[in-house]
């Protein structure tokens, strides 16, 4: 079953302060963390479904796509565990540092001063701790890389007008594959969407609910080739000889029959 998203583009490294003028930037208890894709080392885009902590009942930014994040850091603790709950799934981390409380002022109070960060423990496909100084504003101190995806499948909505094809613009009401997943997909009036297909299959059905009442399905088959060019990327697959072996769409054309990241059209539908 796929679930609705609310998705909103996202660059979230932003900072806070003292009332104050002269109280500005006492505080240094943000850590930033930054998205790269493993296996060319772009900036990378990911679509957060919310993050939390044991330490707080709070859901931080839900529903946003981001190449970056500010996580604010316990004062009080010697660590900070989140939990990073993403379309890709869910990563644990675990960031740990020195914190000391100074006086400043009077009219300023105390402040608190965070060292040393470090990464306890993390569930990313890979990190990289490349700042372990915190600073008001954050800047990125670790940055997070995740291997290649290799499943996902685009399918591009089309239309003809005067027999010319053009994009069609609809709305979903549900997505459902044939196997288990959760995928969130957005809530806007779209022309394309991005899938997972089963990775221990060679072929995937989909059905798609249109919010008019229609349902339209897809099957595709393809053909699975082991791929371990990095080491801790292992048991991926690399998927190509797409098509399409049955649909009540009225029209379905290959237009790449091979998966990339990221994902670009395989599948060409009418309504």
Known sequence: MLKRGYW???????GSCLDKPDCYEL?????????????????DTLSIIGITSPASDSVF?????????????????PNTD??????????????????????VSEDCGTSTQLSDLEIEYDEFDSVRLVNDILTDPAQTNIQAYR??????????????????????????????????VVYYFPSDSISSISFPLNENANSTSVDFEFTDGSIRSLTVQYTRTLWNEYVICSGLSLIDNLSSTSST???????????????????????
Do not use: H, W
Request: net charge neutral.
């Open 82 to 103: 989140y939990l990073i709950e993403t379309t890709l799934g869910t990563y644990r981390m675990v960031l740990g540092y020195r914190s000391e409380v100074k006086f």
């Open 27 to 43: 505080n240094n208890n943000y850590a930033g963390i930054s998205f790269f894709k493993l296996y060319d080392g772009k900036t």
């Open 8 to 14: 909103f583009v996202l660059l979230v490294l932003a």
């Open 147 to 180: 291997c290649p995806r290799t499943n996902f499948m685009k399918v591009a909505f089309r239309q003809l007008i005067n027999s010319v094809e053009v994009a069609d613009t609809v709305e979903l009401a549900n997505v459902s594959l044939n196997y288990p």
């Open 249 to 271: 769409f009225s029209q379905v054309t290959v237009v790449r029959d091979s998966i990339q990241d990221p994902p670009i059209t395989n599948f060409a539908v009418f309504k």
């Open 61 to 77: 930014y839900p529903f946003v796509r981001a190449t970056g994040l500010q996580l604010e850091l316990n004062p009080y603790e």
